[in-house]
Nanobody
Framework: QVQLVESGGGLVQAGGSLRLSCAAS????????MNWYRQVPGKEREFVAS????????YYTDSVKGRFAISRDNVKNTVYLQMNSLKPEDTAIYYC?????WGQGTQVTVSS
């Protein structure tokens, strides 16, 4: 079993920044990346960013490239998503994912 707990969401004005955290506990899998997804009510969940176990190969969806940065701290078993230059269209519930496991999500709201 793997438990994922997100935190760090909130309300921010356009152009602002937030840092999301995802604390993992239990038996994590070295071969699986850690991922961030987001979902707007009524729409499909979409991929945002991923990172492998060693912290390399960060990968981003086009709409967040240059604004978001994913990182991980394997000592703390935590993955971060630094979000800068936020836009209203970034408003969503952000979820942490590892293999078949998902966190409960954290709400990010960007006001214009």
């Amino acid at each position: 079993q793997v438990q994922l707990v997100e935190s760090g969401g909130g309300l921010v004005q356009a152009g602002g920044s937030l840092r999301l955290s995802c604390a993992a506990s239990g038996r994590t899998f070295v071969s699986n990346d850690m991922n961030w997804y987001r979902q707007v009510p009524g729409k499909e969940r979409e991929f945002v960013a991923s990172i492998n176990w060693s912290g390399g190969r960060p990968y981003y969806t086009d709409s967040v490239k240059g604004r978001f940065a994913i990182s991980r701290d394997n000592v703390k078993n935590t993955v971060y998503l630094q979000m800068n230059s936020l836009k209203p269209e970034d408003t969503a519930i952000y979820y942490c994912n590892h293999a078949a496991y998902w966190g409960q999500g954290t709400q990010v709201t960007v006001s214009s």
